[in-house]
């Protein structure tokens, strides 16, 4: 069983930055974030692969960085141009390479316009 720990989030004005920080007890295929805002379904945000292979959603590109560090089985998340609508719970996710899904605990990332 993989456990992610996050950390990061907060709460920040329009236009501020924010860093997220997700270590995950091994060296997972890939590793990633994913929000959901009350009343709404969880989404993708961003995901990088072991190969540095990275996936964006059009919402924060060109906004958010994805980075990760292999040797630390740790992922970053910078978050720039911070917006209300990114207002969500931010959640690490893992992936290894049979697809099984894990689960950080989710960290609150609040903009407040």
């Known amino acids: 069983q993989v456990q992610l720990v996050e950390s990061g989030g907060g709460l920040v004005q329009a236009g501020g930055s924010l860093r997220l920080s997700c270590v995950a007890s091994?060296?997972?295929?890939?590793m990633g974030w994913y929000r959901q805002a009350p009343g709404k379904q969880r989404e993708l945000v961003a995901t990088?692969?072991?190969?540095?292979?990275?996936n964006y959603a059009d919402s924060v590109k060109g906004r958010f960085t994805i980075s990760r560090d292999n040797g630390k089985n740790t992922a970053y998340l910078q978050m720039n141009s911070l917006k209300p609508e990114d207002t969500a719970v931010y959640y690490c996710?893992?992936?290894?390479?049979?697809?099984?899904?894990?689960w950080g605990q989710g960290t609150q990332v609040t903009v407040s316009s």
């Open positions: 091994e060296n997972i295929f890939s």
């Open positions: 990088i692969t072991r190969r540095g292979s990275i």
């Open positions: 996710n893992g992936r290894d390479t049979a697809l099984n899904n894990y």
